[in-house]
Nanobody, 127 residues
């Protein structure tokens, strides 16, 4: 099984910065897409940023120019650098991973696994 574990959330003042991390654990060969979604109270979960193994990244319009997504060389840890934070960024941030390949016996792989989610980490932007 694969687990996603987030860290780095907390309370920050408007204009401040936070860095979120999410590490995938388990026996993993590759993860095609990793990223972040968020859900504010009373709102639906929304995309924040995605990193694809092709090198392409996607950002919500509301965070472009302020947030930067990246992955480590092993491509199993994803980071979200959040700068110039605003009160409207307050939400629970969820790590997401898609199309995960895990090794099976004799050098083969299991079928790809889709849509893994972390437990979420709270980000609060307030003075």
């Amino acid at each position: 099984q694969v687990r996603l574990e987030e860290s780095g959330g907390g309370l920050v003042q408007p204009g401040g910065s936070l860095r979120l991390s999410c590490e995938a654990s388990g026996s993993i060969l590759s993860i095609k897409t990793m990223g972040w979604y968020r859900q504010a109270p009373g709102k639906e979960r929304e995309l924040v940023a995605l990193d694809h193994s092709s090198g392409m990244t996607e950002y919500a319009d509301s965070v472009k120019g302020r947030f930067t997504i990246s992955r480590d060389n092993a491509k199993i840890t994803v980071f979200l650098q959040m700068n110039s934070l605003k009160p409207e960024d307050t939400a629970v941030y969820y790590c997401y991973a898609d199309e995960i390949l895990r090794p099976s016996l004799l050098g083969r792989t299991y079928d790809p696994e889709y849509d893994y989610w972390g437990q979420g980490t709270q980000v609060t932007v307030s003075s």
